[in-house]
């Protein structure tokens, strides 16, 4: 029998423009969220997404779940075209593929109990659970993201953000999913709490033998909790890490490493050196958009933009003057 | 004497009673970190000492707040109004919050000069393009007449900065000013608040979430737990042996290079809200070296033989047991 491929997703050109007007008799203006990625996620891994505001990593996470139809480019699962799929059989694809997203309280419906929360992904899908079955399936839901039974009756207003999170995640888990695309799921969590839910997305991970694809702005946290690590900036994969620890290439994953403190005096960063702001999605440079930030730039990083060079390590860069 | 001196700070919102019995000092040319998770109390000790607790219908109960010399509880609001934004600056978390979003920004930083200074509007405006470039702001004489809604949110901060900054304040504190900015820019932001305590001798009290920020720029460390002080030291000390056993937990609540994975496990339950302190310890329910005795009596804040103070029972044991 044939082994299953590695990869579970595989996204090749993958590009989505939003069109935009500036009040109802402005000129209309494009912005290039996502830029000709090409990215391919492992099974049973964790891919980090990892980059800061306008750097399209929200966008990629709902291109992959198809909330967002692509401009370009095509995503894969599991052997399948997502373009091709009709909307029945792309609903039904979307039992194996769910989303956790950052806000879990605009995620759920205030007047919804936990148990109507935790059922709604059946009613969606048509499928209409006997009140046991019913009752039985929230039971196991609840255990499952360690959540007391007696939580069903609760409404999304008596809960805690971790609570609420976890009920997120429950909800997601309802059709026993390969693959979880977390966008940001800890970023409005204090970080006793964002840490709890980590620790759970380990143990759901190993139990149920997940896929993740986790979107975050957190360097230190992505480099804890992924096997690999995809830097955006301004819409394009700036560089892959094949693994947590390698060491960045990219000019830009240099800066936002240095940028990140590490929780010991010991180790302060000299950012002395930092300068420059983040430029506008609507109005990118033509060649390299860190080109403008960057210490190495030249001619040739403001004429062109440098494409993902993947070396035999797996580790892929994009920069005309990578560091060693 | 330090420049601010807050001591058993206690404060009534409505008959709650969000904080209790606070303490901290702060000098010239030295940061303090006030840190602690949502709840904490962070904000309200601000707040209190900015005297601004009537907006939000609080009153101080009880304790002192000792600013150069002079009882900040016993000054008048005109008194007050006089040290506010003069000698004493406020960073907010939002910059849109501190900005008139119809004034152009230079205009904005003119204000404070004129109004606390005393400048006519040449030397005001000399006065705002001089500081927005210290801040490093490209191209300051023409951002100068921007709005706000013009500048990236980094620069926005910049202007907030320059502004709490145009009237040569001796104490700045500044609630959670990078936490809604990308980390490139809040790096550079920390940076400059670093900078501007250590060439011009400011005071500033840093209040964050996070740790990584205060292992960065702080000197001392507060950490304050459900409107209470857990533990305050050295920032070293702080890092390398915290004795309380929340400090413990929410350091070891950040992932750092080498932790294998699996050993994130953070703090079981949540910070409980006001109205439903636990009496003793309110960190007793999540803590893991609960004592028979922290659930009925609140540990006092003790001073450490070495260093430091700590309100814990289970520290204070260790420590009569040598």
Do not use: W
């Amino acid at each position: 029998m044939a082994e299953p491929a590695r990869d579970l997703v595989q996204i090749r050109g993958l590009g989505k423009v939003f069109e935009s007007r500036k009040g109802l008799f402005g000129k209309s203006r494009s912005l290039k969220a996502v830029s000709a990625v090409d990215l391919d996620i492992p099974r049973g891994k964790v891919t980090g997404v990892v980059g800061e505001s306008g750097c399209g990593k929200s966008t990629l996470a709902r291109l992959v779940v198809r909330l967002l139809r692509p401009s370009e480019g095509r995503i894969t699962f599991d052997g399948v075209d997502l373009q091709q799929q009709s909307n029945t059989a792309m609903r039904r694809l979307r039992r194996r593929i769910q989303m956790v997203f950052q806000d879990p309280y605009s995620a759920i419906d205030p007047r919804y109990t936990v148990a109507d929360a935790l059922l709604e992904p059946f009613q969606v899908q048509g499928i209409r659970l006997p009140a046991a079955e019913a009752r039985a399936k929230v039971a196991g839901l609840l255990d499952m993201v360690r959540l007391g039974r007696e939580m069903a009756g609760s409404y999304p207003h008596q809960l805690s953000g971790g609570q609420r999170q976890r009920i997120g995640i429950a909800r997601a888990l309802a059709f026993k999913p390969d693959f979880l695309v977390l966008d940001e799921p800890t970023a409005s969590l204090d970080v006793s709490i964002q840490a709890q839910i980590i620790a759970l997305l380990e143990q759901l991970k190993a139990e149920l033998g997940l896929t993740y694809l986790f979107i975050s702005h957190d360097l230190g946290l992505v480099r804890y909790f992924c096997d690999r690590i995809v830097v955006m900036y301004l819409g394009r994969v700036v560089e892959i890490l094949p693994e947590p620890r390698a060491k960045p290439r990219h000019p830009y994953t240099r800066t936002l490493l240095e940028s990140t403190f590490a929780p010991d005096p010991n180790q302060r960063r000299d950012i002395s050196r930092l300068t420059g702001e983040i430029a506008s999605a609507y109005e990118l440079p033509a060649g390299c958009a860190f080109a403008a930030r960057c210490a190495f730039a030249d001619e040739t990083c403001r004429a062109r933009v440098p494409e993902l060079m993947t070396d035999a390590s797996g580790h892929a860069t994009a920069c005309f003057h990578p560091l060693n | 004497m330090a420049l601010l001196e807050v001591r058993d700070l206690s404060i009534d919102i409505a008959g709650i009673k969000p904080l209790d019995g606070i303490g901290f000092a702060v000098d010239r040319g030295q940061i303090l970190g006030l840190v602690g998770e949502s709840g904490s109390g962070k904000s309200l000790t601000a707040l209190s000492v900015m005297g601004l607790l009537p907006l939000i219908g609080g009153r101080v109960e009880r304790g002192s707040i000792r600013f150069d010399g002079a009882e900040l509880t016993q000054l008048s609001e005109p008194e007050l109004r006089r040290l506010r934004g003069r000698r004493i600056a406020f960073i907010t978390q939002n910059p849109m919050t501190s900005l008139d979003p119809v004034m152009r920004v230079g205009a904005q930083i003119d204000q404070v000069s004129r109004l606390h200074l005393g400048l006519d509007a040449k030397a005001a405006a000399a006065r705002s393009i001089g500081l927005m470039e210290r801040l490093r702001i490209p191209a300051a004489a023409t951002v100068y007449h921007h709005y706000p809604q013009e500048l990236s949110g980094g620069m926005k901060q910049r202007i907030v900065i320059a502004m709490a900054l145009s009237a040569d304040p001796d104490l700045i504190i500044a609630d959670e000013p990078t936490t809604a900015l990308d980390v490139t820019i809040q790096a550079q932001i920390i940076q400059l608040l670093v900078e501007l305590v250590r060439d011009r001798g400011v005071a500033l009290v840093l209040i964050t979430h996070d740790m990584g920020v205060v292992a960065q720029a702080c000197d001392r460390v507060v950490v304050l737990y459900a409107g209470r002080v857990a533990e305050s030291n050295s920032v070293r000390e702080i890092f390398a042996s915290p004795r309380h056993p929340y400090t413990k937990a929410l350091i070891g609540c950040i992932p750092r290079d080498g932790m294998a994975p699996g050993s994130l496990a953070g703090i079981p339950g949540s910070v409980p809200s006001v109205a439903r302190y636990p009496a003793g310890c309110r960190f007793n329910p999540r803590c893991s070296e609960v004592l028979p005795l922290c659930p009925e009596v609140v540990p006092p804040l003790e001073r450490m033989p070495s260093s430091g103070e700590v309100a814990c029972h289970a520290v204070a044991a260790k420590v009569s047991h040598g």
